[in-house]
């Protein structure tokens, strides 16, 4: 986004000099097209790389702002989340040793601010949502203290009319609510950026439109949210569920999200994208314009479109187009949204190298793709890549349906790299990089699938978010050795068991896969319920989540030993506890242990605002009090 001087409060005099001035860069660069004033015949690449930053036990810590007292400004940035930080490579012409250049700029990169986060007791860690993350960490104090940030809530908040919701299928089910934009703050990237000239901007955006869909499904990095496992690539549907401003009517007219895919090739020109996201999309920020681009032309200097850019990056395109100036030339480029962060640097330029070196083959063997492929099936193909990974089906250009896997391997691969020859890389380059993502085609372990499989060998062998924690964890080992996810073992709980970090609070290790009963429901079935589960403890919760009570063995047996009525007519609110001591997820773990040992109670329902979000137990500390004893008994 461009940083510009943002209007915290714009009246409306404000934004009607705004929109004017957005106007008049169209206009500016509608005549710099004409008069050829865009660079062309340079193919320029570049990439962002977006980051986490967890503490000890790989939490999401909230250390951008110290971090970057630390960092170089001409690298390093904010973003919309404190927990999150971004990091800016330098642009490098497509040709030569460019893509180990740009591992080592990245590497590089990296390594400084691990050394700094280090210092202040944090940790970086690439994926494209962290498998840790909770509802508690996407609160307003976790957003980054920036007007520009504070108004985008605002204002997309109002325009919501209510608040924001997501609800996407996959492996399990989420179903969430929440007041404001932080759900964003749950993606990170690594965009990819391709210089075009303006003659062939059209023609190679509908290209990059084509590609992406091979391109996601191997480079998809994002299965669990919430702890809930989805999509490969959940990123694409939360992204574009959780910036989604419209309004119910809105919604009923079908109209267009502004996180996007678009709804059709474009035909001739930028100016397209440009016109249409201004006439379909109000502005959400506003910032003071300086003198008029038009005159700026007339006096033979470059206008900085800074109102269009900045409209530009309130506009979520997966493709999305930009202007620039470099080295005093005013450029276009396609900006490739649609990769997540990580694996691993490696893995990532891996990712870059396949996905240009397509863009330079596949014009050249196509030409206009959108004459050979419905805009529809490319869409789809977008949807299943994201959805499934390498077990998606592809729709070709050639009219065939292809497994992912097997189109890549097939086809793309070898089409990638006559696109990289024709553009001069080193030989060097081509095989490490395109040989890395075969290998990862090959064996079927991309980021994702790496995740899902290790979730699954782990099954439920840890308490509370202990898989998540080890998931973590070991993403984190196998980046800062830069070997890509191909290579990696299955992450296990073991990697995080021996550390105390891991046990602070009482949401590392609450059970949230809970069994409850209601207050009018029979004591048999509470019965049956701990005989089924093997458990001593029933939440009684309502049909809003909030908890009432809680049925205990010790009650049950007072039933049946008692003489009273046949516990088929008993109900649970007659021998419930009402008003059960509870904790919150951020209590800390001494504490809960006190509350037991001081109530003589074998277990603590967890509550956030009222509502049973999980339970933790007496046999929960006995679990993890073994493991800790036999890790510090092998180290002894």
């Known amino acids: 986004m461009a940083k510009e001087e943002i209007s915290t409060l714009p009246d409306d005099a404000q934004r009607r000099n705004f929109v004017r001035s957005m106007l008049d860069d169209v206009r500016a660069l ?52 404190q927990f999150n930080l971004e990091a800016n490579l330098t642009p490098l012409p497509l040709s030569g040793r460019s893509f180990s250049m740009m591992e080592a700029e990245l590497v590089r990169l990296l390594a400084q601010a691990r050394e700094v986060a280090a210092q202040k007791g944090t940790q970086i860690v690439l994926c494209g949502i962290l498998p840790t993350l909770d509802k508690s960490h996407l609160g307003l104090d976790s957003m980054t203290p920036i007007p520009r940030y504070l108004q985008m809530n605002r204002i997309m908040t109002e325009q919501r009319g209510g608040k924001f919701t997501a609800v996407i299928k996959g492996l399990d089910e989420l179903q969430t609510v929440h007041d404001n934009v932080m759900l964003e703050a749950c993606n990170t990237s690594f965009q990819l950026h391709f210089q075009a000239g303006a003659d062939e901007f059209a023609r190679l955006y509908n290209l990059a ?62 100016l397209e994208i440009f016109r249409e996201d201004i006439a379909r999309f109000r502005s959400l920020i506003t910032a003071a314009s300086d003198e008029s681009p038009l005159e700026l032309l007339d006096r033979g200097q470059i206008p ?87 077990h998606a089906r592809i729709r070709w250009l050639d009219g065939r349906s292809w497994g992912a896997d097997e189109l890549i391997r097939t086809v793309l691969l070898d089409a990638a790299r006559q696109g990289l020859v024709s553009n001069g890389v080193d030989a060097a380059d081509i095989d490490t990089y395109l040989g890395t993502l075969e290998a990862r ?30 998931l973590t964890a070991a993403m984190a080992r196998y980046q800062e050795s830069n070997t890509p996810v191909h290579e990696w073992e299955l992450a296990k709980v073991q990697t995080a068991s021996g550390d105390r970090d891991s046990y602070r609070v009482v949401a590392q290790l609450m059970t949230t896969d809970l069994f409850t009963v209601h207050v009018d ?112 008994l092998k180290g002894a």
């Open 304 to 390: 900085p479109l800074k109102s269009l850019r900045l409209h530009n990056g309130t506009v979520y395109r997966w493709n999305r187009p930009c202007y620039g100036i470099t080295e005093g030339k005013p450029h276009l480029r396609i900006e490739c949204r649609v990769l997540p962060a990580g694996p691993t640097v490696r893995d990532e330029v891996a990712n870059a190298a396949f996905f240009y070196g397509l863009m330079t083959a596949l014009d050249a063997q196509y030409g206009d793709v959108s004459k050979r492929l419905l805009f529809d099936d490319a869409k789809a193909n977008f949807v299943a890549a994201a959805r499934y990974g390498l």
């Open 30 to 81: 509608e005549r710099m097209i004409d008069e050829g004033w865009i660079e062309k015949g340079v193919r320029r690449i570049g990439a962002e790389q977006e980051m986490f930053l967890v503490d000890r036990a790989y939490q999401p810590a909230n250390k951008a702002l110290d971090l970057l007292q630390d960092l170089p400004a001409s690298h390093f940035v904010t973003e919309l989340a």
């Open 521 to 632: 429901d029979i004591v048999d079935l509470a019965a049956s319920l701990m005989e089924w589960e093997h458990l001593r403890h029933v939440p009684v919760e309502d049909n809003e989540g909030r908890l009432l009570g809680l049925v205990t063995h010790r009650a049950l047996m007072r039933v049946l030993t008692s003489g009273r009525k046949a516990s088929g007519s008993v109900t649970v609110g007659e021998i419930m506890e009402r008003d059960p001591i509870t904790v919150t997820p951020e209590t800390s773990t001494l504490e809960a242990i006190e509350l037991m040992r001081a109530h003589k109670i074998g277990s603590l329902p967890v509550v956030r605002d009222g509502r049973l979000v999980g339970i933790i137990t007496e046999h929960d500390f006995f679990e993890i009090s073994g493991k800790l004893l036999e890790s510090w």
């Open 441 to 470: 085609v090959t064996t079927g372990r991309t980021g994702a699938q790496w995740a899902f499989d290790s979730l699954a060998e782990m099954g439920e062998a840890a308490r509370g978010t202990g898989r998540f924690r080890a």
């Open 209 to 270: 439109q084509v590609i992406v869909a091979p391109l996601l499904a191997v480079g998809v990095n994002s299965p669990v949210l919430l702890k809930h496992r989805l999509w490969h690539e959940t990123r694409v549907a939360l992204f574009q569920q959780s910036l989604d401003t419209r309004a119910a009517h809105k919604v009923e007219r079908g109209v267009r999200q502004r996180v996007s895919f678009g709804d059709g090739w474009v035909k001739s020109s930028v």
